[in-house]
């Protein structure tokens, strides 16, 4: 079993930034990639970002350039870092973690950008 607990959401307006954590516990070894996914409004659930046990990394076309994904493996944490924030970015923002047998989830965070 793998526990996922996002953190860091908020409202900030246009142009901002925000940082978002994923604490992971439980059987992390098992832990093959983390993704960020979110769920705008209305709308169903968007990749956001990956970043697999290598360290590669990938993300949705609507963010390249402005998010990155990191992880600290002392902390056991992944990183979701938000930069020049647009109001279409207003979403929950959900922690994914995959691994061999099984697809785990976090409860989500509420990041909401003002116009």
């Known amino acids: 079993q793998v526990q996922l607990v996002e953190s860091g959401g908020g409202l900030v307006q246009a142009g901002g930034s925000l940082r978002l954590s994923c604490a992971t516990s439980?059987?992390?070894?098992?832990?093959?990639?983390m993704h960020w996914y979110r769920q705008p409004p209305g709308k169903q659930r968007e990749f956001v970002a990956t970043?697999?046990?290598?360290?590669?990394?990938k993300f949705a076309d609507s963010v390249k350039g402005r998010f990155t994904i990191s992880r600290d493996n002392a902390k056991n944490t992944v990183y979701l870092q938000m930069n020049s924030l647009k109001p279409e970015d207003t979403a929950v923002y959900y922690c994914?973690?995959?691994?061999?047998?099984?697809?785990?989830w976090g409860q989500g965070t509420q990041v909401t950008v003002s116009s």
């Open positions: 439980g059987s992390i070894f098992s832990i093959m990639s």
């Open positions: 970043i697999t046990s290598g360290g590669t990394t």
């Open positions: 994914n973690a995959i691994t061999i047998s099984n697809n785990y």
